[in-house]
């Protein structure tokens, strides 16, 4: 006796309408939500590269001060380089030249007139190179170096939740209420 073999149909699949669709829309949701994060990471990559630069900036121009200072020590020890009498907002005009140059050959300057012309010459060039950049200066007691804070507006800072510590980074009166300012502090020694 021969068994006939009964010919098995091919089953049919499952009805799957709709699945395909869905299965695109999440992948589209899961695209956008790491590229959002990807361009916050982007932004702030840019902010602590900006704030770097500036740190940066301000540490040139403490060097170049300290320089002066030391090149001209008469006028550091007549007190020529100190300036703490304005605060932020005071410094928001550039800061004017002595009358007296000091630069030509033939000009006869104290060590006191040459200490005002580097400040002022300094501070113009701290207006320059950071946003309002703005200066405090004030020698030490025991005259041998002096505390130096450059402070300038932060472009990038948006959120208060990383405002900086005034009580840190600024001295009293320089910085007052705003938390858009930055403040770095430096330490010349003589």
Known sequence: MQLKRRRRLPEQAPAQSGFMLVEVLVSIVLSAVALLALAGVSAMTLRYTKMSQYRVVATLLATNLGERMRAN?????????????????????????????????????????????????????????????????????????????????????????????RAAECPDGLAAADPGIRCSYFRINL
Do not use: H, K, M
């Not at 928001?92 to 002595?98: D, I, K, R």
């Open 73 to 165: 020590r008469a006028g550091f020890l007549a007190q020529g380089y100190d300036f703490s009498a304005t605060s932020f907002a005071g410094q928001s005009a550039l800061a004017t030249l002595p009358a007296q140059s000091c630069d030509s050959a033939g000009s006869f300057c104290t060590a006191l007139e040459i200490a005002q012309l580097d400040l002022a010459q300094w501070r113009q060039q701290a207006r320059r190179l950071l946003p309002e950049g703005s200066a405090f200066v004030l020698r030490q007691a025991d005259a041998v170096g002096a505390d130096v804070w450059l402070a300038w507006r932060d472009p990038l800072l948006a959120n208060t939740d990383e405002s900086p510590r």
